[in-house]
């Protein structure tokens, strides 16, 4: 129950941006709009996780109520079993998100944090003489200011979406029942990692398909590529290691992403990554997007 109830934490914050905890207070994924430090530099845009005692947003008992098709009351059980189980000497552990120690926030897990920032923090370099460059720049900051989540730029040239969003899982599959329910596992995406093929081994398809994700889909995403080449390389050489797998290239942002399958179901595309895993170390690193 634990961890589902962590898994549903982390959604709703990704989803709706704040989550009220009774007795805790309410976890803000607060947006920094990008900042140009200099000429030459830019502090990209991000989130940060933050704690109030101000009751904002959504209360977590209501999304259970919601979710697990319970009576208010007894998500409030469900609510003080969890917190029996995650508070510990003052110290508050939310599984996947974050540990609260003496109300504040002193640990932000990894995995939240890449799913939060998939671009990552931190400044990228400005070239000044590049016109076009400085009003991407100058549109980033103004959209940021005015609290825009962020951008995509699909290869039409158009924007479908602003700020393409990971979920850990669907939040209308994060119960099964209030008695009986099964955690689906957060794996940390990998980006550009092992076990990546030599020119030497592999063909690369003059012409290889760029699928679009779809809208619900899932992914058991080998790898993410800022390069075309190297995406083909991937596919390519696992073709040829694995050639009862049919992977696919797909448009993720502004780079390509590698999928060994493409699943309506979060729960089933887990349950394909984890048999990869039981099958051979070459899929340690195999993890599932949600689109």
């Known amino acids: 129950m634990k961890q589902q109830i962590d898994l549903l934490i982390a959604n709703t914050l990704l989803d709706e941006g704040e989550v009220y905890l009774p007795e805790v207070g309410t976890l803000i994924l607060y947006r920094h709009a990008?900042?140009?430090?200099?000429?030459?530099e830019l502090l990209r845009p991000y989130r940060e996780l933050r704690l109030t005692k101000e009751q904002r947003g959504e209360s977590l008992l209501s999304c259970i109520s919601k979710i697990a098709s319970v009576s208010?009351?007894?998500?409030?059980?469900?609510?003080?079993?969890?917190?029996?189980?995650?508070?510990?000497?003052?110290?508050?552990?939310?599984?996947?998100?974050?540990?609260?120690?003496?109300e504040k926030i002193t640990t932000t897990d990894k995995t939240f944090e890449d799913m939060a920032n998939p671009n990552g923090r931190g400044s990228v370099k400005v070239n000044p003489r590049t016109n076009y460059f400085i009003y991407?720049?100058?549109?980033?900051?103004?959209?940021?200011?005015?609290?825009?989540?962020?951008?995509?730029?699909?290869?039409?040239?158009t924007f479908d979406k602003l700020f393409a969003k990971s979920t850990i899982t669907p939040a209308s599959e994060a119960f099964e029942s209030v008695a009986e329910v099964t955690a689906t596992e957060i794996v940390e995406p990998v980006v550009e990692t092992a076990e990546q093929p030599t020119e030497s081994s592999i063909a690369v398809?003059?012409?290889?398909?760029?699928?679009?994700?779809?809208?619900?889909?899932?992914?058991a995403v080998w790898g993410v590529y800022n390069e075309l080449p190297n995406a083909e390389d991937a596919k390519a050489w696992l073709g040829?290691?694995?050639?009862?797998?049919?992977?696919?290239?797909?448009?993720?942002?502004?780079?390509?992403?590698?999928?060994?399958?493409?699943?309506?179901?979060?729960?089933?595309?887990?349950?394909?990554?984890?048999?990869?895993?039981?099958?051979?170390q070459s899929f340690k690193n195999v993890w599932v997007y949600t689109r």
């Open 72 to 102: 208010e009351e007894r998500a409030s059980d469900i609510y003080a079993e969890w917190l029996a189980q995650s508070l510990r000497n003052n110290v508050l552990t939310i599984g996947g998100v974050c540990v609260i120690e003496h």
């Open 240 to 280: 040829e290691k694995f050639p009862e797998i049919e992977a696919h290239i797909y448009q993720y942002d502004a780079r390509y992403m590698v999928a060994l399958c493409e699943l309506p179901s979060r729960s089933e595309c887990g349950r394909k990554v984890s048999a990869w895993k039981a099958q051979s």
């Open 34 to 40: 990008a900042e140009l430090l200099s000429k030459r």
């Open 205 to 219: 398809a003059e012409q290889p398909t760029i699928l679009p994700m779809q809208k619900g889909s899932s992914y």
């Open 136 to 157: 991407i720049i100058a549109g980033l900051c103004m959209g940021f200011a005015l609290g825009i989540a962020g951008y995509v730029l699909y290869t039409n040239g």
